[in-house]
């Protein structure tokens, strides 16, 4: 069992629709988090959360959305895809304090 | 500019030969950890250490966090083409009153054959 799980691994979607990422998790861990990597960027943080229904914006928050409706899982949405937005998203969760345990990642492209 | 400055950018070894990567902070670091990312993968929990002067090894990979708490280098010593990747430092930090792990921008590590 890995932990946490992200879905999908890889996505091709056209510019303007929605895209949702899911991130699961079965270490009963109180953060996510919502990261994006890119070249030359390193990972910046997108949306994070610290409970369920308590959300707060990272660096690069604009043009996403998050919820978080069970311990277990953390969406993220794309509200309106654009060609900026084709990077790699990778999830991580952490207990109170510590580091990080991070999921596969998902490599989304925007046509 | 980034609150942890990682060095090299990008390093080549040769196969066999010892390297260091360092992370570099203006600020005491409280918890800085090690993580090992495979080109196209997830990231790889490495190593984390809390105390001034601490050294942690595993394997051929060994990480010292400075006395100061400003600066940690991790060292590996006859590279191998395992060794091959993308390594970056975090460390702690509580930002209204939530924990998270702020980020160096990754050191790339190729090895030659």
């Known amino acids: 069992d890995a932990g946490i799980t992200q879905s999908p691994r890889h996505k091709v979607t056209e510019t303007g629709t929605p895209v949702t990422l899911r991130c699961h998790q079965t270490?009963?861990?109180?953060?996510m988090y919502w990261y994006r990597q890119d070249p030359g960027h390193g990972l910046r943080l997108i949306h994070y959360?610290?409970?369920?229904?308590?959300?707060d914006k990272g660096e690069v928050s604009d043009g996403y959305s998050v919820s978080r409706s069970k311990t277990e899982d953390f969406l993220l949405t794309l509200e309106s895809a654009t060609s900026s937005q084709t990077s790699v998203y990778f999830c991580?969760?952490?207990?109170?304090?510590?580091?990080?345990?991070f999921g596969s990642g998902t490599r989304l492209t925007v046509v | 500019s980034q609150e942890l400055e990682q060095s090299p950018q990008s390093l080549i070894v040769q196969e066999g030969k010892n390297l260091t990567i360092n992370c570099t902070s203006s600020?005491?670091?409280?918890?800085l950890y090690w993580y090992k990312q495979k080109y196209g993968e997830g990231l790889i929990f490495l190593m984390m250490?809390?105390?001034g002067g601490e050294e942690k090894s595993h394997e051929k990979i060994t990480a010292k966090l400075d006395e100061k708490k400003q600066q940690s280098s991790l060292h590996i010593t006859a590279s191998q083409p395992s060794h091959a990747g993308i390594y970056l430092c975090?460390?702690?930090?509580?930002?209204?009153?939530?924990?998270?792990?702020?980020w160096g921008a990754g050191t790339k590590l190729i090895i030659k054959p």
């Open positions: 270490e009963n861990h109180r953060y």
């Open positions: 975090g460390a702690g930090r509580v930002k209204d009153s939530n924990y998270q792990l702020i």
């Open positions: 250490l809390q105390k």
């Open positions: 600020k005491t670091l409280y918890g």
């Open positions: 959360s610290y409970g369920v229904k308590d959300t």
């Open positions: 991580a969760i952490s207990a109170l304090l510590g580091g990080y345990t």
